[in-house]
């Protein structure tokens, strides 16, 4: 199934705290460096939080390089989700000099 992709200059544009953004990494990899604005959901647990997503918006995904987003996006997409993929993922946006989050998990 083809997924959407944008890169993180494109995301950044968007402004990612507007978008809805799902980081599927593993908590230690987001609480070492984030995207501000995204939302912690790890990659093996989206099914059982699929109650927390917006149908009616997009769904961005982003992990460290983009591998596991796009397989989060794939399966989203099998859902009836409306996915994009953040290609280079979270390594790309701190190796940009982007501002990061850190530390806790957003709730």
């Not at 199934?1 to 978008?19: K, N, Y």
């Not at 859902?79 to 990061?100: H, P, R």
Request: hydrophobic share 50%.
């Amino acid at each position: 199934m083809a997924v959407t992709e944008i890169d993180v200059d494109a995301l950044e544009q968007m402004g990612p705290a507007a978008v809805q953004l799902v980081d599927v990494r593993e908590p230690d990899e987001y609480h070492a460096a984030r995207v501000p604005g995204a939302r912690l959901i790890p990659l093996a647990t989206i099914p059982g939080h699929l109650d927390q997503l917006d149908r009616s918006q997009p769904v961005y995904l982003i992990c460290a390089v983009g591998g596991r987003s796009l397989n989060a996006a794939e399966w989203l997409a099998a859902q009836g989700f409306e996915v994009v993929n953040v290609v280079g993922g979270t390594k790309a946006w701190v190796a940009a000099g982007k501002n990061v989050d850190s530390g806790a998990a957003l709730t």
